[in-house]
């Protein structure tokens, strides 16, 4: 097997490291926990992100791990992680936040904007002890754009090549949706800077188990896909993207194979309805697509057969370690048949397994450099 990248990693934060990191005048606006009545509720502000028994028992997986693998050191330590990929067939990877995968949910400027740079300096400090494993990904404040513009800045300052957006903006946010220009400086940073956007799923959802009774748990995580689908479309259609074209965006854990029927029935729409659609693009919007966009993907290889639309290098799988909906610690097996009966060169399968997602995040990685 070629340079294996995974597009998709977390990392475990310390439980304290986002209360007791901040100010104390801004905790109780910024994430924390509160047990009451016999729960442990982890709260955004005021809000309820999610709630769990005191007392429930370990949920033991199919794979005999307990839900969320906390038996093991990697998720939260260096040292313990470089076995786990070394185990996985994982040579770099791209890293997320698990606690602070919320903090998008908070609604104070303040409190927010330090609750990020928190998580931020821990995760430098983390990874850069290794620049060849490790592309860190910062979270950026979006309560007050100047503040996401100067923690960019920041962040590049410190090595970050790549920085989170919300997945979804909810129209109760009170943040302008993609395809306003309110967000034209956010883009023109991330063009001078080099940052490239993420938006991982799930992120920006005030309630990510949105689909209570049966069929709950696939609905809740298949329709996250829809996040990145409506975001895409925003900043294509919206022409945020148009108006900045060396800026990146990737979609995080939302599969792929979206990205292609998306791209062509955009195509379709804004030629048929020429005369309604403003704003006028430079492209097609599959054109942008092509050249701005790309997703993450574990098992998707309906991907990989529509990639004539949206080109190669828009496709990046990932492991999603050390979740149990990810493909650790089977991830030599998955790509082992990823393209079986699929009439794919060597090279396109080397850019899809690593190097497309290395390249974006400019991982110095001499494996990056050779392909």
Not at 232 to 256: H, N, T, W
Not at 264 to 282: I, T
């Amino acid at each position: 097997m070629s340079f294996v990248f995974s597009a998709d990693g977390h990392i475990v934060e310390p439980s304290d490291l986002l209360t007791e990191g901040l100010p104390p005048s801004l905790r109780r606006f910024g994430l924390r926990a509160e047990v009451r009545d016999g729960y442990r509720y982890m709260m955004a502000g005021d809000k309820i992100t999610s709630k769990a028994p005191l007392n429930r028992a370990p949920v033991i997986m199919k794979d005999g791990e307990s839900f969320g693998r906390a038996e093991r050191r990697g998720p939260r330590e260096i040292t313990p992680r470089l076995l786990d990929m070394a185990l996985d067939g994982v040579d770099a990877e791209i890293v997320f936040p698990s606690l602070g995968i919320t903090s998008f949910l908070i609604e104070n400027a303040e409190a927010e904007l330090a609750t990020t740079q928190v998580y931020n300096d821990w995760l430098d400090q983390q990874l850069s002890v290794e620049p060849t494993k490790f592309v860190k990904c910062a979270i950026l404040p979006v309560r007050d754009l100047g503040n996401t513009v100067a923690e960019m800045k920041r962040i590049a300052a410190l090595g970050f090549t790549a920085a989170m957006l919300p997945s979804l903006i909810e129209v109760t946010s009170g943040l302008p949706s993609y395809n306003m220009a309110a967000w034209d400086p956010v883009f023109a940073a991330a063009e001078a800077l080099g940052i490239v956007f993420v938006l991982h799923t799930g992120t920006g959802r005030e309630d990510v188990r949105s689909h209570r009774g049966p069929g709950g748990a696939v609905i809740n995580y298949a329709i996250q896909a829809c996040d990145g689908m409506l975001s895409i479309m925003q900043l294509v259609a919206g022409g945020v993207l148009d108006r900045f074209p060396r800026a990146k965006v990737a979609c995080i854990e939302s599969g792929a194979s979206w990205l292609a029927a998306v791209a062509e029935r955009m195509d379709e729409v804004y030629e048929a309805h020429d005369a309604f659609v403003r704003p006028k693009l430079s492209l097609k919007p599959s054109e942008i697509i092509a050249r701005q966009v790309a997703c993450s993907f574990q098992y998707d290889r309906a991907c990989i057969m529509s990639r004539s639309v949206t080109g190669v290098k828009a496709l990046m799988w990932g492991a999603d370690y050390p979740h149990h909906e990810g493909t650790f610690p089977r991830s030599k097996d998955v790509l082992a048949h990823l393209f079986d009966g699929i009439d794919i060169s060597e090279q396109d399968k080397a850019d899809i397994v690593g190097l497309n997602a290395a390249r974006l995040f400019r991982l110095p990685h001499p494996a990056v450099v050779a392909g």
